[in-house]
């Protein structure tokens, strides 16, 4: 087990050494730091009429002004925080439902994983695209209704990765030992 500082050691090197990793880390954090401070630096209210319409970039309107004549920085930085909300919200929700549903499936076997398995290939099928706009049209377009529709909608991979590494872990050797030992 290492300590913490053995970790930010490694970290450090592995952001010093690997550029790639350096660029997507440092844009990572970026997006993050936008999206919690979005409110506050923002030029302007993005819901506020400012300038005229579909204004040219300039100094005053960074991004320039679309139809109405609202600031599209202020829209833009302000909207990342409801985009990383929803994409955290909605990946949670696939990966609780997919790991669960696909721990159980390698976990038990048998019976249990060839129907899990056949049901994780029927909901693969099922276009998400489609199925993400009939149920928001049922349920409406409300912030929690989206993040459960699409997490909902995007678990059957989750599952079978799930599922995948669960009966490889089964049956390795040593998993195999103790149990015949018990």
């Known amino acids: 087990m290492t300590n913490k500082g053995e970790f930010g050691k490694r970290l450090l090197s592995l952001y010093k050494?690997?550029?790639?990793?350096?660029?997507?880390?440092?844009?990572?954090?970026l997006v993050l730091i936008v999206g919690l401070l979005g409110n506050i630096i923002a030029p302007y209210d993005p819901r506020e009429f400012i300038g005229k319409p579909f204004e040219a970039?300039?100094?005053?309107?960074?991004?320039?002004?679309?139809?109405?004549?609202?600031?599209?920085?202020?829209?833009?930085?302000?909207?990342?925080?409801?985009?990383?909300?929803?994409a955290f919200g909605a990946?949670?929700?696939?990966?609780?439902?997919?790991?669960?549903?696909?721990?159980?499936?390698g976990y038990y076997g048998q019976h249990v994983d060839s129907f899990l398995s056949w049901f994780f290939q029927i909901t693969?099928?099922?276009?998400?695209?489609?199925?993400?706009?009939?149920?928001?049209?049922?349920?409406?377009?409300?912030?929690?209704?989206?993040?459960?529709?699409?997490?909902?909608?995007?678990?059957?991979?989750?599952?079978?990765l799930m599922r995948a590494q669960v009966l490889s872990i089964k049956n390795r050797p040593f998993v195999q030992a103790s149990i015949s030992r018990v």
Do not use: E
């Open 57 to 86: 970039p300039c100094l005053k309107h960074l991004l320039g002004t679309d139809n109405l004549g609202r600031d599209i920085l202020s829209q833009l930085l302000c909207g990342t925080r409801l985009t990383i909300f929803l």
């Open 91 to 105: 990946t949670g929700i696939s990966l609780a439902i997919g790991v669960i549903l696909g721990a159980i499936a």
């Open 124 to 160: 693969l099928t099922i276009p998400r695209l489609f199925l993400a706009m009939l149920l928001i049209a049922l349920f409406g377009t409300d912030i929690w209704v989206t993040i459960v529709v699409i997490g909902c909608t995007i678990w059957p991979s989750n599952a079978r």
């Open 17 to 29: 050494l690997n550029k790639s990793f350096t660029i997507g880390l440092s844009g990572i954090i």
